[in-house]
């Protein structure tokens, strides 16, 4: 598979995840169905980001280790925010300023070069 194919899968995971903790974070009757779609979003972010890592000889540098933590607390955000009680407008700032950092740092790859 290129390098593409596995960036339009991954930008899928996201999208998936994305709807799911929004759905969780809304609340409602679908909680679940939202929480599986997050757990979706998040395996397929992480099979095909290491499948990439692989594709393009990258080893597993600083700036995926740091991607591989934010997944962790991305993945247990909804947690997070339900236990806090957190304000929904907190918890959409939050989970922008995660998914722009991430993005942020599989597009530049700081400390690769």
Do not use: N
């Not at 679940?32 to 290491?50: P, R």
């Not at 700032?93 to 722009?100: I, K």
């Amino acid at each position: 598979m290129d390098a593409l194919a596995y960036k339009i899968i991954h930008l899928t995971g996201i999208s998936a995840l994305a709807l799911g903790v929004g759905g969780m974070m809304a609340g409602g009757e679908k909680r679940k169905t939202f929480a599986i779609l997050q757990g979706i979003g998040l395996l397929v972010m992480l099979v095909s980001g290491f499948g990439l890592l692989a594709k393009l000889h990258l080893g597993y540098p600083i700036f995926a280790m740091v991607k591989t933590a934010l997944w962790l607390l991305i993945g247990a955000l909804p947690v997070i925010f339900r236990k806090l009680k957190t304000p929904l407008p907190v918890c959409i700032l939050v989970s922008l300023v995660l998914v722009g950092v991430m993005a942020w740092l599989g597009l530049a790859k700081p400390w690769l070069k």
